[in-house]
């Protein structure tokens, strides 16, 4: 199974969700493939948000080896599942669809919640971390 994460910049939501996701899946003997993409191309090529690394790391999650990039099309290709992280990630991928097939691959994390972005907001990176934890948590117990 190949899942993969999306948010704006893929410094922030998408690396803690992809960080999160591996880790559980991992632990549950689960031979899945997980990744992350942003909509916007302002951080491609950097690791994640400092923010981010850390309280991943709080959660014994190491994320700092990740480089952000844009999603692209050819993703409906590679991934079996896009999870996203809010409503306009969700827009946005959906309007990069090229069928109904793509389309259906594409869901929000929360079901029909969104992960607000903690990138202006240094105390909201920890309750965002916990959302996306019980999202992923959710996620492997329906897919697996």
């Known amino acids: 199974m ?3 994460m999306v948010c704006l910049g893929n410094i922030c939501r998408s690396p803690l969700a992809h960080g999160i996701m591996e880790q559980m899946a991992r632990g549950k003997g ?3 493939e997980v990744e992350s993409a942003g909509t916007g191309n302002w951080h491609v090529g950097e690791p994640p948000d400092q923010r981010s690394i850390r309280t991943a790391r709080a959660h014994g999650i190491d994320i700092s080896g990740q480089v952000c990039r844009l999603f692209r099309v050819s993703d409906f290709d590679t991934y079996d599942h896009i999870f996203v992280m809010d409503r306009n ?3 946005d991928v959906l309007a990069m669809a090229r069928n109904k097939s793509d389309a259906a691959k594409v869901k929000l994390l929360l079901g ?5 972005d903690p990138y202006y907001e240094d105390e909201q990176f920890e309750p965002v ?5 019980e999202g ?3 996620i492997i117990e329906e897919l697996s």
Do not use: A, G, Q
Not at 112 to 116: A, G, H, L, Q, S
């Open 2 to 4: 190949k899942i993969l």
């Open 30 to 32: 689960l031979d899945w």
């Open 136 to 138: 992923c948590r959710v």
């Open 89 to 91: 990630n969700l827009s």
């Open 129 to 133: 971390f916990k959302m996306v934890e």
């Open 112 to 116: 029909d919640k969104i992960v607000p």
